[in-house]
């Protein structure tokens, strides 16, 4: 875990700064764009707050950077240098992933409709002479349901097990409600100096 003043304090740095390299104050920027530039920087900011230790941080700017509509956007955020490093490691991550999917694939088509069977039939046999009922199945299924799902929520969570995916999903969550507030004291702040503007005008 990280020390929340302190990132929190560089998370807005980095946002402002992000935010104002992404040109939200031009008025040639339609809603679609805007959106979306607000996103991007948020997250970078969000990721280069928290630095490259995260897993989650590295996989989140190189899931942003893998869409291509992205490019010209984070280069403006990111820089050219730091944007080039983050297309190459998303790369290498989607690389390693097609070669763990096809091992996965070759893997699962070696085993059989019957042997499954027979496995789920030793497992309902072990439990119920061990007296434990059903129940401790259906848990046991619902917790890694649960974590198929964590690993899906979670940016670079599919190479995470046990203990770290839920330290980082931990981690992300505490990132993720930092997000929210500071961009929810920017919206505040925005809205104030609108009416002070008004008021003056009018």
């Given at each position: ?150 690993r899906r929520l979670v940016p670079g969570g599919e190479a995470l097990r046990g203990f770290s995916l839920l330290s980082e999903t931990l981690d992300y969550v505490v990132c993720l409600k930092t997000q929210v507030e500071l961009m929810h004291s920017l919206c505040k702040g925005s809205q104030q100096q ?9």
């Amino acid at each position: 875990m990280h020390a929340p003043r302190k990132f929190k304090k560089a998370f807005m740095e980095r946002l402002l700064l992000s935010l104002q390299v992404a040109g939200l104050t031009s008025k040639s920027m339609g809603l679609r764009e805007r959106r979306d530039a607000v996103r991007l920087s948020s997250d970078v900011a969000m990721a280069s707050a928290r630095g490259r230790a995260a897993p989650w941080a590295r996989a989140l700017v190189a899931r942003h950077a893998a869409e291509r509509r992205n490019e010209p956007l984070l280069r403006r955020i990111m820089g050219g240098d730091v944007y080039e490093r983050a297309v190459s490691s998303s790369a290498i991550t989607a690389g390693a992933a097609v070669a763990r999917s096809r091992r996965i694939v070759r893997r699962s088509q070696r085993v059989a409709c019957s042997s499954r069977r027979k496995r789920r039939s030793l497992a309902m046999a072990a439990a119920a002479a061990s007296g434990v009922g059903g129940g401790a199945l259906a848990a046991r299924r619902m917790v890694k349901g649960r974590l198929r799902l964590l690993r899906r929520l979670v940016p670079g969570g599919e190479a995470l097990r046990g203990f770290s995916l839920l330290s980082e999903t931990l981690d992300y969550v505490v990132c993720l409600k930092t997000q929210v507030e500071l961009m929810h004291s920017l919206c505040k702040g925005s809205q104030q100096q609108q009416q002070k503007l008004h008021l003056q005008l009018g």
